[in-house]
């Protein structure tokens, strides 16, 4: 089993609409949650970094993380063509600072 | 540009060579890891390292790979006698001293085997 669940299949969306977009992960010790974003041809890009379980918000980035079904989610508001890329989940215990990384979402914001 | 920062972006070696690829930390950042991304899957940890010393080398493969983070200059992947399976992109972060700090990543070097 992956130590980071990610269904990779591509989303594409309307403009304006939000995004949502889901992993689940297996190691119990995990206690730092991030998304990355990846443009092609780019390297990975940190959007959201969170500690335990809750909520965070950055502008129009809402990370949640629920370590009692260990499931992390990124919702994007208002999207625009711009967030089109490939939207990476990671998890990282404490002590251990190697990442484990979801396949990444592929996401397409129609105009 | 303070971020990280890789050579070569794109590197093409025949079957048997060796490949360097060189990383720069962020400025301020001491800590270096290497990940490797192939086609189809998610980047996958292979070392972390900091100035003069291996941490953790636990994704490395145990032959042919090797990694070092001098006192002077930046982090260094080597992979000697390249075969066909080692084309991918090779992704170094870095991050701040402390347990769990945020990791940057720069954007790559793209390994081709003829």
């Known amino acids: 089993q992956k130590e980071v669940e990610q269904d990779p299949g591509p989303l594409s969306v309307p403009e304006g609409a939000i995004v949502s977009l889901n992993c689940t992960y297996s190691n119990s010790a995990f206690q730092y949650f991030m998304w990355y974003r990846q443009y092609s041809r780019k390297g990975p890009e940190l959007l959201m970094y969170t500690y335990s379980s809750g909520n965070k918000e950055d502008g129009r980035f809402t990370a949640q993380v629920d370590k009692s079904s260990k499931y992390i989610s990124l919702f994007i508001r208002d999207s625009q063509p711009s967030d089109s890329a490939t939207y990476l989940c990671?998890?990282?215990?404490?002590?251990?600072?190697?990442?484990?990384f979801g396949k990444g979402n592929q996401v397409v914001v129609i105009p | 540009n303070a971020g990280v920062m890789q050579n070569p972006r794109h590197l093409v070696r025949r079957r048997g060579q060796e490949a360097r690829l060189r990383c720069s930390p962020m400025?301020?950042?001491?800590?270096v890891y290497w990940y490797r991304q192939l086609p189809e899957e998610g980047l996958k940890f292979m070392v972390y390292l900091q100035k003069e010393n291996i941490i953790d080398e636990s994704g490395m493969p145990k032959e042919r790979f090797s990694a070092e983070f001098p006192k002077e200059g930046p982090s260094i992947l080597r992979i000697q006698q390249v075969v066909r399976g080692d084309s991918a992109a090779y992704f170094c972060a870095s991050s701040p001293i402390g347990q769990n700090q945020p990791q940057h990543f720069g954007d790559g070097t793209r390994l081709s085997i003829l």
């Open positions: 990671a998890s990282g215990g404490y002590g251990n600072n190697r990442l484990a």
């Open positions: 400025k301020g950042h001491s800590h």
